[in-house]
């Protein structure tokens, strides 16, 4: 089967090799070329526009945003107008409520098929098709798309048949990360202005209770505040809470928690905190208790 | 060595039995007699006042709050008076970071010895030894009590030599689980308002980013609702918040997150749940979205 | 001279009765042309088209939401197609600042002028030109408006030469509103749950520290708690709020308040709420304290 | 009629100058002597104890705090002690919930009646009889204390009676105040960053629907930035604020912005703000968003 991939920074590279270890034919496709050569030399094909790219069985998209993915699905030369009829679009990357909603009607006016199929891991776990994926779209489809999850990630959890569900959860899952910086970071700036040391404290959390890995990750990040460089820039986490915020607000349902987080994100940018780890949220709470940083004593 | 323990609960009865596999020879008391009887049955010796039973070379004290421990200790025939010289009280209670302050002087005045040891763990963890203890106090009398922190505890953390850090690092630890609880209570009010099914929804991220067991048991309680019976009671959750706040405001650390998760347990109580699990606090979310519970549909 | 006016809803219809007072020649237009009879009557002239009414030195624009005057002057046949070189297009609706900032350039390409200038009052106080008049805008347009501000207003603020920064100030005015009516719904729960009578309450208020009108006319509301029908509906004080995040959130300023009030209105929305006066917003602080409404008791 | 009158701070020392103004026979204590000087020059009787000053009909303290009142009234040689049977004695001070229902339970079995009744004013406006007194407490006790309120206020709102109602009015007055401040500093972070002027904006708002004192008072003092000298001390207004939230807790409503306000002055404090006026609170909007406060430019 001929699959088309679009979109190669970090997680799409490691997600295409994954799909090419599981002997699929793959063109691939990304805006600067240089991201090319190393997965043409594990035996991708490289196409020279999104349109080559789409002309394929599968095409899987995994971009930054929900701008990057309107142009290269929605553009002149888009995704939308070179899939063939009954083809599946894979959205893998974060988007918007809305625009899954937007990419689910416009496929199914063209006769294609829309399966979004956002993912949990870090580029490390793609790279090893470890990823976890939450899918939604018409059932058959899904059942199509099977194979492609499995070369992917772990484990697949379809979660509705309507597309834009997938992109609730995935956002969602975003926030709950955010939200436990928050608290760490609330817990952090309180013990250590009482005198107990951050890392005994984090290592005490996360070796009892609190023995998650995303907890031992940012954790030991809070501690030390490293926040650069960004393993997940805080623009890009400021914007899956603000996604979450207006799908909420769709819904209307009042999220004070994921309020107070962004809120955090404007404090940190009007702070010139624009290039570190979305984590320095969490180094906040210290900023307003009047702690100095660890690197400004 | 001879151990006086104080405190019977559900906590302290598994506490003691450690003590008593571990062979020590240990004096309990009670309250509610009737709570010494298994205990008896399994060795100990049954005091029959607070007096009888500090008359040792440890007395561990294991009770529901402040007030409690503040009665048993500094009462007329408290603790304080009956406990000889140089002998060690061990606080497991989670008490106020103010309290523990004063039991350090009031023991130090009476050339006792203090150590605050709070736990993490529930009572079927304490029933096995395998709690979590932190420990803080001068380094001698904490050297002192360290082959009890074994018998009840799989590992010990020693965070300051100061006892008020113990109580704050136990404080901020059920801080952490209480935001857990509001971040999970919003998310699942999010998705399940979108549509997505709760419990499918509480698996997907237990069995993915989110492992680790404090998520899987409140995970569980929400996508269900099941607040009753409680296992860790709201008003006791409500109690640990206000400490925690008390603290912050002694040390000038804004802590908005507790702020709202103080807002969201008065909520709860205005609305008669002072009987149900702390994790009510997490259906407000939904009750604030309009959402039904699942047993009112 | 000659004056368009286009949007004759109360607020409107107040105002270009204003300029008919001062002896303006006014066209008007309205989408529903039966508001257009009462004013016709005052010797106005009724515009079949906005094309009609823009044809005119100074062109008004009172209308709903952005995304009418969008339509209105950015639409096929809309004022900045029809409007004269040179002309001045007024903006009195409260639009968001983006809006504000894209007519600037809009009007610029086009030889165009463009002031914006929102108003503080009700209806009542548009009828008899009493409004406050907050305007912004290239200097020598702004002067040119003046004497139509005096015939609407009876005072003129100009408080930049960006039109943008007027939407900025108008919508800060709804949210200290709105602000207001949060505090007072919280400090009426309080009061009320403890036993003081709600109308005493805020009589004791609002002729003591609280004179201003605004807190007289929010306080009655929220003490007998009659939200309907509504003098501003709920939904356009959230769009309102909305609008403020997003200009706050493009000038990184974190606004904890106004995030709450935006969670309100989500509540609000939620259980039912929308055609309700917006202070109910101010009604939830007792929802959440357990207090049944006056009526349902 | 003989009035015992304790405590002359800036608002006692006006209140009791209005006593005297009215013809009444005054006996006056404080703490610091040098206070009473000017009184006695205008016919006072100074009282060399607190003893000296109960031996009234009426006495009337005007104390910082519940620790002042506390020692003053239930204190070995306090008025509780030495007030006469049947006599009266008015709280003035602004005291917790929980102290005004001890103070009335004290005076009850002492055979004494006790009326709580705070009080709205600034000194100056103390010191011309112009406050508002916001009475509570037993009918025929009120009413005997009625002739004093006229004497030293412009309207007296009697609420209840049950005293700890008056308190709870009080605070509740002080956080209508305080919120008031941090929207506007709120507002004010908005606009100042977006780049109207402060002074400007502070006008517009206080001649247009916030025409308050209040607005003025503290629009004035957020526009300069001009927190010292204080008028009113920060601690003092944080002190309040947790009195109200005392007060909630024990009534069970949740406060959200309340809340807030408790966050912002902890903030203040972990800054080395404890100098400034309350108002300095609504200088934090600004410093979240990041804008250097005007003396720092």
Redesign the interface.
Known sequence: MKIGFIGLGRMGTGMAGSLLNAQYDVIVYNRSPQKLAPLVARGAKAAPSIAEASRAEIVITMLADDAAVESAVLGDEGVLRHLPTHAIHISSSTIS?GLAEKLTGAHANASQRFVAAPV?GRPDVAAVGRL?V?AAGEKRAVEAASPIFDAIGQ?T?V??D?PK?AS??KL??N???A??I???G??I???A?????RE??V???T?????????KTYGSLLASEKFAPAGFAAPLGAKDI?L?LT???E??????????L???F??L????GDALDWSAIGGL?AR???LARHDEK
């Open positions: 409520v949990f976890f939450v484990k959890f979660v509705s309507t569900l609730l959860v969602s899952g926030f709950l990360i939200s436990m928050e608290s760490l609330e817990a700036a309180l013990i202005k009482g005198g107990v040391d005994q404290y290592e005490i959390l070796s009892t209770l609190f023995s998650a890995p995303v907890y603000r979450l799908a909420a607000e819904l209307r349902v009042p999220l004070p928690l994921a309020s107070l962004r809120d955090r404007l404090s940018f009007a702070h010139g709470a307003d208790a009047g």
